[in-house]
């Protein structure tokens, strides 16, 4: 009887030993302080899609540098899908594609090291990148290692060709795989806000997509002919979530996709696109063709007024304060208690503005913020146009061109 009861009590044991074994918990989480302010830089997919080469990246860094980009805070060169050969090695290792980097990817990014820039790679949550390129499912911690020992700085991960895998775990791993590979890598989500990672990927990554591909259009949808999907203009973008930038912040950005800015649009809706990513506190991640750029381009591109929105400390997204008859205000609340105001002309015709500051109270209600300017006085200044025009004492009168936009900072 002892005998039974002896054996009883070893295979409790061994049950509860096992029951234990199962309530462990890998140690999680991104490489905190990373994206203090949103991650500036340029992407190849919006111009180039896979017809990438090294010849291209290190064009691009030598602009990035010469043309004043590298010091008004872009500092990102980020590759995106197609940079790869088409399968693994035999060791399931990831292979950089050797026609169109014959110099191998590590001397690329040595290269972009050289020039003061960081560096970054795409690939997908799923079996296949969204071009057919290989992707991570099943080699998440092998290609954290590769990422390591390339020492990239970035990296993009898509969602496609992932059916059946569960976003948050899928991200999660990958998150758990960069930080046991030991490099600080800044990690992007990019699986276009279906799963709204805006509620569970403050910890996973250090900036996530909120919506679908941008398209170079001010307010439109572009139906794609191959698959059931839609690309989007800029506006519709921005308002297509409700209820998300209370999530955004320091090191967790919504991530509003990147710029068109230069890819076909007219200039006065480039500075309008521009002027919103900032003001929404977006990633500002180029995807023009650099080496094609006009002035007009660049200008807007190194507005270092606008830039100085987006990379406010504060680091909190702005929101629509107001709209009527096709004239919208946007704020932004910024550090030392000031703001950024933008009148945006959704129409297609011009519209005058007659904006009485004194009748005027903003409320903040997710970061418990408020401007009362019957009460308050504010230095105004009008940022694309570097000039200042008074104080809040005056209503503001202008005129507004069509899908243009006027920003302005009040500081107390």
């Known amino acids: 009887m002892k005998k039974v009861i002896y054996s009883l009590l070893l295979l409790s044991l061994s049950i509860a030993s096992i029951a234990q074994g199962n309530t462990y918990t890998q140690g999680s989480g991104k490489y905190e302080g990373l994206a203090m302010t949103p991650p500036m830089g340029w992407n190849s997919w919006n111009t180039f899609q896979t017809n990438i080469d090294e010849k291209l990246v290190k064009e691009t860094a030598d602009i990035m540098v010469a043309s004043g980009m590298a010091a008004a805070g872009y500092n990102y060169i980020v590759l995106d899908d197609g940079w790869m050969a088409k399968e693994r090695d035999g060791n399931g290792n990831l292979v950089p594609d050797p026609i169109k980097f014959p110099s191998g990817m590590k001397s690329l990014i040595e290269y972009v090291h050289s020039k003061g820039l960081k560096f970054g790679l795409y690939n997908c949550a799923g079996t296949r990148t969204c071009a057919g390129y290989p992707g991570t499912r099943g080699y998440e911690y092998q290609d954290a290692r590769f990422y390591a020992g390339l020492n990239i700085d970035y990296l993009k991960y ?63 949808e572009f139906k794609h002919k191959e698959g059931n999907w839609s690309s989007w203009g800029f506006m519709k973008i921005l308002e297509m979530r409700k209820d998300i930038r209370k999530f955004s912040g320091p090191d967790h950005w919504n991530d509003f996709d990147m710029l068109e800015v230069g890819d076909g649009m007219t200039n006065t809706e480039d500075k309008a696109h521009f002027t919103m990513w900032s003001i929404m506190a977006s990633p500002l991640i180029a995807g023009n063709d650099l080496r094609k750029m006009s002035k007009e381009t660049l200008a807007i591109l190194t507005n270092k007024e606008i830039i100085a929105i987006n990379q406010d400390k504060l680091g909190v997204q702005g929101f629509k304060y107001s709209s009527e008859d096709g004239l919208e205000v946007w704020v932004k609340p910024l550090s030392d208690e000031n703001w950024a105001i933008t009148f945006v002309n959704r129409s297609e015709v011009a519209k005058k503005i007659n904006f009485d500051w004194k009748k005027q109270t903003i409320k903040d209600a997710d970061f418990n913020l408020e401007a009362n300017l019957n009460t308050t006085v504010y230095k105004i200044k009008n940022l694309w146009e570097n000039k200042a025009i008074g104080t809040t004492k005056k209503a503001f009168n202008s005129e507004i061109a069509p899908h243009d936009v006027i920003v302005l900072k009040l500081t107390k």
Do not use: H
Request: charged content about 15%.
């Open 158 to 220: 898509d969602w496609c060709n992932t059916q059946g895998i569960n976003a948050k775990e899928a991200y999660t791993t990958m998150s758990n795989a960069l930080k046991t590979a030991g490099k600080p890598i800044v990690f992007s989500l990019c699986e276009w806000g279906d799963n709204q990672p805006w509620n569970w990927a403050q910890p996973v990554g250090n900036l996530w997509r909120i919506s679908g591909d941008i398209y170079p259009c001010f307010d439109c």
